[in-house]
């Protein structure tokens, strides 16, 4: 069974810095891929990025990119320029290649102060 | 079109009562999910149907039934209901069972 880990229940950042939220995993598969989502407290879940563990490029969107460490089952997200609109619970979530379900972390409560 | 919309919003109802909520998707989507969440926690899966199938149930209690009448629509049939069972009901869709999936606002369930 996969697991997903997110240490951080709580960060914070003021507007305009860089935070790093981290997330690790735990899987004997070789395909999977892993998501991060935010959750506003308007409560929908918005993708925010996605990466394919085969892919050794780490994927960016904007403000928001990651930093995959497949040996070590680590994968981060880095929000820069943060905005006022960052302020949200983000879930790291692991799908396998063939997978059936996602497996969801905890989430990382994530504060931006003005 | 990158939605997904949930109906009602909100929901109140009685341990006795019978109610449904309802999810719709017009990408093309042939997957299509339900979960639960409760405050401050992950979304934990109910559902899943693949091409109007279910693929999975999470062991769910009877008293949710589930139902993909065709591949834009899924709604959750709920009966005697029981106070935990209060949460935020969140439908998802994806291309496939193993893509990325979108999610629904939510429906906000009280169980009185």
């Known amino acids: 069974a996969q697991t997903v880990t997110q240490s951080q229940p709580e960060m914070s950042v003021q507007e305009a810095e860089t935070v790093t939220l981290s997330c690790t995993y735990d899987?004997?598969?070789?395909?999977?891929?892993l998501f991060w989502y935010k959750q506003p407290p308007s409560r929908q879940m918005i993708l925010v990025i996605r990466?394919?563990?085969?892919?050794?490029q780490n994927a960016t969107e904007n403000r928001f990119s990651v930093n995959f460490q497949k040996a070590a089952k680590s994968f981060s997200l880095k929000i820069s320029d943060s905005q006022l609109g960052d302020t949200a619970m983000y879930f790291c979530?692991?799908?396998?290649?063939?997978?059936?379900?996602?497996?969801f972390g905890t989430g990382t409560k994530l504060q931006v102060i003005p | 079109d990158t939605e997904v919309t949930q109906t009602p919003k909100h929901l109140v109802m009685g341990m006795t009562n019978k109610k449904s909520l309802k999810c719709e998707q017009h990408?093309?989507?042939?997957?299509m999910y339900w979960y639960k969440q409760k405050a401050k926690k992950p979304p934990e899966l109910m559902f899943v149907?693949?091409?109007?199938?279910?693929?999975i149930n999470e062991s769910v209690p009877s008293r949710f039934s589930p139902e993909c009448p065709n591949s834009s629509l899924l709604n959750l049939h709920l009966h005697a209901l029981q106070p935990e069972d209060s949460a935020l009901y969140l439908c998802?869709?994806?291309?496939?069972?193993?893509?990325?999936?979108?999610f629904g606002p939510g429906t906000r369930l009280t169980v009185l």
């Open positions: 979530a692991f799908g396998s290649g063939g997978y059936q379900k996602v497996t």
């Open positions: 998802a869709s994806s291309l496939r069972q193993s893509d990325t999936q979108y």
């Open positions: 990466q394919e563990a085969y892919k050794q």
């Open positions: 899987t004997s598969e070789n395909n999977y891929y």
């Open positions: 149907y693949s091409y109007e199938k279910l693929s």
């Open positions: 990408m093309g989507h042939r997957a």
